[in-house]
């Protein structure tokens, strides 16, 4: 599985769009894109995933590249809720064992 | 539909004793994953177990560490003896194969070596 490479911390202001960044530059073709976010005291929550096409759900936007070298998690609207530990993982197959890395710290600020 | 049961939620122990933590993981999920979070850092990966099988164990301690899964369901991973390097947050987690992929966390035990 590609290697992620991810911004130690970020702010952002409440109600503001986070826009989280995920280097993936050796990222195969048929590898896809995950995102977990870890809240203080919690287990690790998914959030998204995605192949080549953006994607959207009730929690987040998955923007990826046309190259899939990099993508971009959007929490559209952040609250303070959102203050956590986002991970963005690179997978062969969906299948494959999760490894984690050291994330990007996301503080939303009042 | 239950999430992942994790217990205990705490325990404190002194180095050199033993201790177990139990995992029930959603019903059906045939894949089942003990992770150690150490402060600080993101979880490590201890083992994974397909039904009552052991996929991946490469980053279990074995002298000291141990799991099971003997029925492919519940799971037990136990310290023994316990270093003070072991404190740290013990997630279980489970997944249904060819699903999404998602992972779903319990709610972890921490576990405190003095």
């Known amino acids: 599985d590609a290697k992620t490479t991810q911004p130690p911390s970020m702010d952002c202001a409440e109600g503001r769009a986070a826009n989280l960044p995920c280097n993936h530059s050796t990222i195969s073709g048929n590898e896809y894109v995950y995102w977990y976010r870890q809240i203080h005291s919690q287990g690790p929550q998914y959030i998204i995933h995605?192949?080549?096409n953006n994607e959207t759900n009730e929690m987040a936007s998955l923007i990826i590249t046309e190259d899939r070298k990099s993508s971009t998690l959007i929490l559209p609207h952040a609250t303070l809720r959102d203050t956590a530990v986002y991970y963005c993982i690179a997978l062969m197959n969906r299948d494959d064992k999760i490894i984690f890395g050291k994330g990007t710290r996301l503080h939303i600020l009042p | 539909e239950a999430g992942v049961a994790q217990s205990p939620r705490y325990k404190i122990i002194e180095k050199r004793q033993s201790v177990a933590f139990w995992c029930n993981p959603i019903?059906?999920?045939?894949?089942l994953y003990w992770y150690q979070q150490i402060l600080g850092q993101g979880p490590k990966l201890l083992i994974q177990f397909q039904n009552n099988g052991v996929v991946d164990d490469s980053q279990l301690p074995k002298d000291r560490f141990s799991a099971e899964r003997l029925k492919g369901v519940d799971s037990t991973l136990k310290i023994q003896p316990a270093k003070l390097e072991d404190s740290a947050v013990y997630l279980c987690a489970s997944r249904n194969t060819g699903g999404t992929g998602e992972l779903f966390f319990g709610e972890g035990s921490r576990l405190t070596v003095l």
């Open positions: 019903s059906g999920h045939a894949t």
């Open positions: 995605g192949l080549k």
